[in-house]
């Protein structure tokens, strides 16, 4: 069964530490790791990663260290919730939120580690890791590759093989996993769950893809950030997109994963949310299976929006929008006057008017407001 999915599974124990002893003695790498030495020793840092004798030990050595690093220096405080609702040693499809290609899942096994559990399992698209050392961190870290290349043919396979695979992680290695919401990030701050991704988790037992979906605890994971890292980039993008098809130019993806984890991000909210399980018992039976997962769905983003934490800026880009001061009591004049000057700079870039750019940061901003209005009215 292991060899199914040798080219998308991270690598074993075994595997992980020998990529370790190779990866951290190879002078090229090292010479890498100096970019940490404001803050870490690297020499004393290297040797205590040498001395890790399992892959636990190494993620708390490296991984850990490497992200306290970065939100140190991004975030001014992180609020982690929700542990109490699950219990880490079971298996769990955790279904995210999606605002950031690295970040999103590495808050995740941050709040596990920060409770004395190992990793869960996370998917990362093969396009974003076309670097060689990319795959190969990736793959010490627990993350899987979902392949989003190749003939249509070769997709549907490769659809049916992801399903396969997450099925495999959580009923026969009982290991929980990660994976985002959607194909890709979400560009204008709308979360929503595609029932695409959901159907596709049911190919392993099309027989009853419904009990299948309740036997693997999906569970809701919401992160809320005070500022998108990426806000420009989407924006632009989605500017750009108004012409048609969107082509990312080469390098853009490592560029948005640099600027995810070292782009500003002011406070940040983690919420682990309550597996489904009275959602499933309220799907009435005779609706057909599309139906049934439209209603799964939205039952995910209900929990998520509901879980969303609105921050000043939220509001303030909401009341700019709607020209009012329905919010002003969430926030002062000083913050409103800092995001102004923060959606100014923003807006300024050589291929998009400043107008739509602006347009297209508020949407960022806002609409976690508007998802929040729609469950509570």
Request: aromatic share 12%; with cysteine; net charge negative.
């Amino acid at each position: 069964m292991k060899e199914l999915f040798d080219n998308i599974r991270p690598y074993s124990e075994k595997e992980t530490m020998l990529a370790v002893k190779k990866l951290f003695t190879d002078p090229i790498f090292l010479q890498q790791l100096a970019f940490f030495e404001d803050k870490i020793n690297v020499n004393e840092w290297v040797k205590e990663v040498l001395k890790c004798t399992t892959r636990f030990e190494f993620h708390l050595t490296f991984a850990d260290r490497v992200f306290k690093y970065f939100n140190d220096k991004t975030c001014t405080q992180i609020h982690y919730s929700g542990i109490e609702n699950i219990d880490p040693r079971k298996p769990y499809l955790f279904l995210g939120n999606h605002r950031d290609i690295i970040l999103d899942s590495s808050f995740l096994q941050i709040y596990y580690f920060k409770n004395g559990y190992e990793a869960t399992l996370s998917a990362i698209g093969d396009n974003l890791v076309s670097n060689l050392l990319f795959v190969e961190i990736a793959r010490m870290h627990e993350m899987f590759l979902v392949l989003r290349t190749g003939t249509l043919k070769e997709r549907i396979n490769n659809t049916h093989l992801l399903s396969s695979y997450i099925h495999h992680c959580m009923f026969e290695e009982k290991k929980s996993v990660w994976i985002a919401q959607g194909n890709g990030r979400t560009k204008n701050g709308d979360d929503k769950t595609q029932q695409g991704l959901i159907k596709m988790l049911t190919f392993a037992n099309s027989e009853n893809p419904l009990q299948l979906l309740e036997d693997m605890q999906i569970t809701p994971v919401t992160i809320s950030y005070q500022y998108e890292p990426c806000a420009q980039l989407k924006a632009r993008e989605l500017a750009l997109s108004e012409k048609g098809t969107y082509t990312k130019q080469p390098g853009e993806d490592v560029r948005s994963i640099t600027e995810g984890v070292t782009g500003f991000k002011g406070e940040v909210h983690f919420v682990i949310g309550k597996p489904l399980q009275q959602e499933f018992e309220n799907i009435p039976p005779e609706l057909s299976l599309n139906e049934k997962l439209a209603m799964l769905c939205a039952q995910i983003d209900r929990q998520m929006y509901a879980h969303y934490f609105l921050h000043p800026q939220n509001y303030i880009a909401f009341d700019i929008q709607e020209n009012s001061a329905r919010f002003a009591t969430q926030y002062t004049q000083n913050e409103k006057l800092s995001f102004i000057n923060y959606l100014d700079e923003q807006s300024i870039v050589l291929d998009v008017p400043k107008d739509k750019m602006m347009k297209y940061l508020l949407d960022i901003y806002a609409n976690p407001v508007n998802n929040k209005l729609r469950i509570t009215n």
